[in-house]
C-alpha cells in the first residue's frame, strides 16, 4: 500500500535546517504528508492542531529537551508513534526514551538505508 493511500502524517521536528530539509524530501519521495518544526513549542502547537500518526523528534532542541516535547505530545496524542533523532548513541537516552514509549532511534549523521528501514517498519508495512 503506498503512504499516500494511508493518508500519513508525519511530524519532523529537528532545530537544524539541514536535517529537516533532507527528511522532508525524503518523505515526499515516499508520498508521506510531512510537517517540521525548529523547535519544542512549536512541535507541541503543531501536533495539537494535526494529530500526527509518527514524529521524528530530536534529542537536543534549542528551546526544550526532545523529552519535554514527548512526554507534552504523548500527553495530547497518546497513539502517535515516535522516533528519537540523536547525535549521540547513549544508553540512559535510549533506556529514557524507551519508557516512554518511543519506538526507535535515528543517529547523526542521518543515515538514509537507515531512515528508510525505519520508515518501512514503522510506517509502510
Not at 522532508?24 to 512549536?42: C, P, Q, V, Y
Not at 502517535?80 to 516512554?100: C, H, P, S, Y
Amino acid at each position: 500500500m503506498q503512504a499516500d493511500e494511508k493518508n500519513i502524517k508525519v511530524l519532523l521536528v529537528d532545530d537544524e535546517t539541514e536535517i529537516l530539509s533532507f527528511m522532508e524530501m525524503f518523505m515526499k519521495r515516499l508520498s508521506i504528508t510531512s510537517t517540521t518544526a525548529n523547535s519544542g513549542k512549536l512541535a507541541i502547537k503543531t501536533d495539537n492542531e494535526k494529530k500526527f500518526d509518527m514524529v521524528f523528534l530530536d534529542i537536543q532542541l534549542k528551546d526544550m529537551s526532545g523529552f519535554e516535547v514527548l512526554k507534552a505530545i504523548k500527553k495530547i496524542n497518546p497513539q502517535v508513534r515516535v522516533i528519537m533523532i540523536t547525535g549521540r548513541a547513549e544508553k540512559d537516552f535510549e533506556m529514557r526514551a524507551r519508557e516512554l514509549g518511543v519506538l526507535d532511534y535515528i543517529t547523526k549523521p542521518l543515515d538514509l538505508a537507515d531512515l528508510k528501514s525505519k520508515v518501512n517498519k514503522y510506517l509502510l508495512s
